[in-house]
């Protein structure tokens, strides 16, 4: 029979519910968290729509602070006619605020846009460069940034830390850090490195799809038994990698 959901009770809310996972390490645990994660997600994809490495660049810039919809909504009719930085520059900038109005801080983002074009052109030959010191040092790029562009374009095994990622790794108990940077560095040294190219878009489609931040899907977690957080609700039972390939598709 299906377990029945139970409501977090009030008065013991805060109470951890004790991990089912021994006494195993930090890095015993998180091979098996990912080990889990790939087994109900072999082939984890990020979610912004591109054509080569410069839309994923845009398409990246653009999505600070909106949503990945909202963003492949507004950049499907723009990577048609501008898919190139030359072609970028040639939009302008008043013609792409045109385009991505609908994508807040639209209007910063068109000139940080704008300038990474030209700054592409001038010192990559208008290609992206696969360094990092070189990508943070374009208009509108940070660490974040690029991370998912060394990752996704170029397969580097590269973590980005969003909020989402932030999260999980909290409520797993993978990294501790106060900052982005401080979860970063604490990922990467528990995650083991056959995990690390996909590492980072399976921790943000667990937060983005299951560990929600207001009410955590711990019912269709596959990692719901080693999880220790003060906000799980549900009593786990066995692994569930037939819930969490629910919960994602």
Not at 168 to 191: C, F
Request: a positive charge; proline letters at 7%.
């Amino acid at each position: 029979m299906p377990k029945t959901l139970r409501p977090r009770p009030a008065a013991t809310a805060t109470k951890r519910t004790p991990a089912r996972s021994g006494a195993k390490s930090s890095s015993e645990r998180a091979a098996e968290i990912f080990q889990r994660f790939a087994a109900a997600n072999p082939e984890p994809r990020g979610e912004l729509v591109y054509a080569n490495p410069f839309t994923l660049l845009v398409a990246v810039v653009l999505s600070a602070q909106a949503t990945d919809a909202g963003v492949n909504k507004a950049t499907e009719p723009l990577f048609k006619v501008a898919d190139t930085p030359r072609k970028m520059l040639e939009l302008g900038e008043e013609g792409l605020q045109e385009r991505i109005k609908t994508i807040g801080l639209y209007r910063n983002k068109a000139k940080n846009v704008i300038g990474l074009s030209r700054a592409l052109i001038a010192e990559h030959r208008g290609e992206v460069p696969r360094q990092r010191e070189a990508l943070e040092a374009l208009p509108g790029v940070g660490r974040k940034t690029a991370n998912v562009v060394l990752n996704t374009a170029f397969g580097e095994p590269t973590l980005a830390v969003d909020t989402h990622v932030f999260r999980v790794a909290h409520r797993l108990g993978l990294a501790s850090g106060k900052t982005p940077l401080e979860v970063e560095t604490g990922l990467l040294k528990v995650i083991p490195e056959r995990y690390l190219q996909h590492a980072h878009h399976w921790l943000i489609l667990h937060g983005r799809y299951v560990c929600q931040a207001r009410r955590p899907r711990c019912d269709a977690c596959v990692v719901c038994d080693l999880c220790t957080s003060r906000d799980k609700w549900f009593d786990c039972g066995p692994p569930k990698v037939a819930a969490q390939r629910k919960a994602l598709s």
